[in-house]
């Protein structure tokens, strides 16, 4: 909380425990401060008075001061920031949130190469899986039908006797629907033939009743 914050915040640069840790450690709520890395970092905060000491244990080129000829640090300045890692040595809070920038870039293009090379592993790996599951189909077909194809010849045979019956019933089935067809017809044909031939008899046979009668 607020409150808690500002009772243990001047207690804080006798811990000295960098200054990542020191923000996170005062940020509230939902801060950003409060959710970043607890890895922890090597800027260490120190008094002023030990900044010759400090010019002297790192090297000139890592020497990040906005005052560098001389180097000094700014009037009124209570301290500076090394970093033990790599014997850095920076005046401005600034340039720390900026390495911080940089190694969350890093961790984005660790991130993503990690991700590629997984992915390319998964491809190289469902490749493999395709050949061992053609490998097994073909073993599966060579035990099926024989390494020389004489089980295949077998099979070819018991199909053709197959393929065969089932045409014959397939051809008698058409034979007898034309049969029963043709059949149909002749057989209307001559009834019809044989009404026609009675109608005739039975009014040859009526007319000359019925002149008779007349």
Same mark, same amino acid.
């Given at each position: 909380t607020g409150a808690e914050a500002g *009772? /243990? %915040?001047?207690f804080l640069p006798l811990l000295n425990a960098g200054f990542s840790n020191r923000r996170r450690f005062l940020a509230r709520d939902n801060q950003s401060d409060k959710n970043g890395s607890? #890895? %922890?970092? #090597?800027?260490?905060?120190?008094?002023?008075?030990?900044?010759?000491?400090? /010019? +002297? +244990?790192?090297?000139?080129?890592?020497?990040? /001061?906005?005052r560098l000829k001389p180097p000094r640090l700014k009037p009124g300045a209570e301290g500076y920031y090394y970093n033990f890692a790599n014997d850095v040595?920076?005046?401005?809070e600034s340039h720390i949130m900026t390495k911080?920038?940089? +190694?969350?870039?890093?961790?984005?293009? +660790?991130?993503?190469?990690? %991700?590629a090379l997984t992915r390319r592993a998964i491809r190289r790996q469902t490749q493999a899986a395709v050949v061992i599951q053609k490998t097994k189909m073909m073993w599966d077909v060579q035990k099926v039908h024989g390494s020389n194809g004489k089980n295949c010849e077998i099979l070819k045979?018991?199909?053709?006797?197959?393929?065969?019956?089932?045409?014959?019933? *397939?051809? /008698? $089935? $058409?034979l007898a629907k034309v049969q029963a067809r043709w059949r149909g017809v002749m057989t209307r044909k001559m009834v019809k033939i044989m009404l026609r031939d009675l109608t005739r008899f039975q009014a040859a046979f009526r007319g000359p009743l019925g002149r008779r009668k007349v």
């Amino acid at each position: 909380t607020g409150a808690e914050a500002g *009772r /243990l %915040g001047a207690f804080l640069p006798l811990l000295n425990a960098g200054f990542s840790n020191r923000r996170r450690f005062l940020a509230r709520d939902n801060q950003s401060d409060k959710n970043g890395s607890r #890895t %922890g970092d #090597t800027w260490l905060f120190f008094h002023a008075d030990t900044f010759h000491a400090a /010019l +002297q +244990q790192s090297p000139e080129k890592h020497w990040y /001061l906005k005052r560098l000829k001389p180097p000094r640090l700014k009037p009124g300045a209570e301290g500076y920031y090394y970093n033990f890692a790599n014997d850095v040595l920076a005046d401005d809070e600034s340039h720390i949130m900026t390495k911080a920038e940089q +190694q969350k870039a890093v961790s984005v293009i +660790q991130k993503a190469m990690r %991700g590629a090379l997984t992915r390319r592993a998964i491809r190289r790996q469902t490749q493999a899986a395709v050949v061992i599951q053609k490998t097994k189909m073909m073993w599966d077909v060579q035990k099926v039908h024989g390494s020389n194809g004489k089980n295949c010849e077998i099979l070819k045979s018991w199909y053709r006797k197959y393929k065969a019956k089932e045409e014959k019933k *397939r051809c /008698l $089935l $058409l034979l007898a629907k034309v049969q029963a067809r043709w059949r149909g017809v002749m057989t209307r044909k001559m009834v019809k033939i044989m009404l026609r031939d009675l109608t005739r008899f039975q009014a040859a046979f009526r007319g000359p009743l019925g002149r008779r009668k007349v």
